[in-house]
């Protein structure tokens, strides 16, 4: 596999010349296999960074995910750069009683970076998780729920800083995989008000 390419220096330039597409654009996600490449590059790298276990991540869940029109991708001309899965369901292994009470709960998941991006100023990470409470509220929820890993305090922080709260105690599958869950209250009326 050949290396991925290096960001731009100024992911932000514009050329007032330029008649092509816009660098950056949101799409829904059409391709299980490019969805999971970058899924589990990012799963890895992390993992490498933290010292902890990647996560098990299955091909058949990522194929459901895409063809439900779950996965939102962030996409660069030089590629795909991050993505999360929105859900009205949550995702297997998280604990409903942990979280406050809620009438429209959705679910935030698998939220990916690709690795040439996470150290660059183009803020893929927040893009996303910005993006992941814009179309939440979009879609009438009250509430975005999440769970992630502790050890990715990079991860927590970013969460943290757009208004995620824990909820419950730390979970540890006893394989040094652990987990825990947040949630960020949603102001329907203000979707849109935004975008990226």
Not at 5 to 11: G, K, Y
Not at 72 to 77: E, F, K, P, Q
Not at 90 to 104: H, K, L, W
Not at 150 to 172: E, I, K, M, V
């Amino acid at each position: 596999m050949s290396s991925p390419q290096a960001p731009p220096t100024d992911p932000h330039h514009t050329d007032p010349h330029h008649t092509g597409p816009p660098s950056w654009h949101w799409q829904t996600a059409t391709g299980a296999d490019e969805v999971h490449t970058l899924l589990t590059s990012c799963d890895a790298h992390q993992a490498a960074i933290s010292g902890t276990p990647a996560p098990r991540r299955r091909q058949e869940t990522t194929r459901r995910l895409v063809e439900s029109g779950s996965v939102h991708l962030l996409r660069h001309t030089t590629g795909p750069a991050g993505m999360f899965t929105l859900t009205r369901r949550p995702p297997s292994g998280t604990d409903e009683e942990v979280f406050p009470p809620a009438e429209r709960p959705l679910y935030l998941s698998r939220l990916a970076v690709a690795p040439a991006w996470l150290t660059a100023p183009a803020l893929v990470g927040l893009r996303c998780v910005r993006r992941a409470v814009e179309v939440a509220a979009g879609m009438g929820g009250d509430v975005l729920r999440a769970q992630v890993n502790p050890d990715l305090r990079d991860t927590c922080a970013l969460l943290g800083l757009l208004d995620f709260t824990p909820c419950g105690p730390t979970f540890d599958d006893g394989s040094g995989r652990r987990h825990a869950h947040l949630h960020r209250l949603l102001d329907p009326v203000a979707a849109g008000a935004g975008k990226d």
